[in-house]
């Protein structure tokens, strides 16, 4: 199930990621501060326990969660929401939601590549990883 996504994962590429944080209602300074932030996801998992760790020289962020399970979580520009991550058609599927909005985090895996789609409204977002050496 998850276990295609473990591994550590370094930013290459966004597209549209400050137009991300805006629709979010992130503050100018911390979109340009978030914007050139190349975070490092490491991915784990233990038993039916996945652990997904953004690292970065901003800001560090762990979440450990049970697929198919809601789970409170503090996202990295402290949103308090309600999470639940689910793999649909080999897709990790991350569904936050909050006053009233939710945005959604997919990752996707193709070989030594993993790509974040995020979506809140209009705006989609997508950010190109690569797997660690």
């Not at 979010?24 to 911390?30: E, Q």
């Not at 978030?34 to 996945?50: Q, R």
């Not at 030594?112 to 997508?126: E, K, Q």
């Amino acid at each position: 199930m998850a276990e295609a996504f473990v591994g550590t994962w370094n930013l290459k590429n966004s597209d549209k990621f400050d137009e991300y944080m805006k629709e979010l209602g992130v503050g100018f300074a911390t979109r340009k501060v978030g914007g050139m932030t190349k975070p490092t996801t490491i991915i784990s998992v233990d038993g039916d326990t996945v652990t997904l760790k953004t690292q970065s020289t901003i800001k560090n962020t762990e979440i450990n969660f049970k697929l198919g399970e809601e789970f409170d979580e503090t996202t990295a520009d402290d949103r308090k929401v309600k999470s639940i991550v689910t793999m649909e058609d080999g897709k990790l599927v991350h569904i936050q939601r909050w006053d009233g909005k939710e945005t959604s985090l997919v990752r996707e895996v193709n070989g030594n590549s993993l790509v974040l789609t995020l979506t809140l409204g209009n705006v989609i977002c997508t950010r190109n990883y690569e797997r660690a050496e």
